[in-house]
């Protein structure tokens, strides 16, 4: 299998289709690929002030761009956030 398109352009819909499924579902499958999906992002495309698209997934080590979607900082981090343990342990305790 060859690779058509080895960029990686941060596109939140997966991270948003997880989340998705997470809240219907309540599977704790969905909330962890969503963790592990950021994780990722963190590993492979944080750079000084910021993160940017991976121009080619395939080389060793992976190729960065130069840029960040406006689509990606308004979107995955605030998604992340929502599915951090600390984050649902805070919003699912009961009162005190």
Not at 20 to 35: A, I, P
């Amino acid at each position: 299998m060859r690779a058509t398109d080895p960029s990686s352009p941060l596109r939140p819909e997966y991270v948003d289709s997880c989340l998705s499924l997470w809240l219907v579902t309540g599977k704790e499958l969905y909330r962890e690929r969503v963790r592990e999906m950021f994780d990722r992002q963190e590993r492979y495309c944080e750079v000084a002030g910021g993160y940017t698209v991976v121009r080619d997934v395939t080389a060793s080590p992976v190729m960065l761009g130069d840029l960040t979607p406006a689509y990606w900082s308004s979107r995955t981090p605030s998604t992340t956030t929502c599915c951090s343990p600390r984050r649902v342990a805070s919003t699912t305790a009961p009162p005190t």
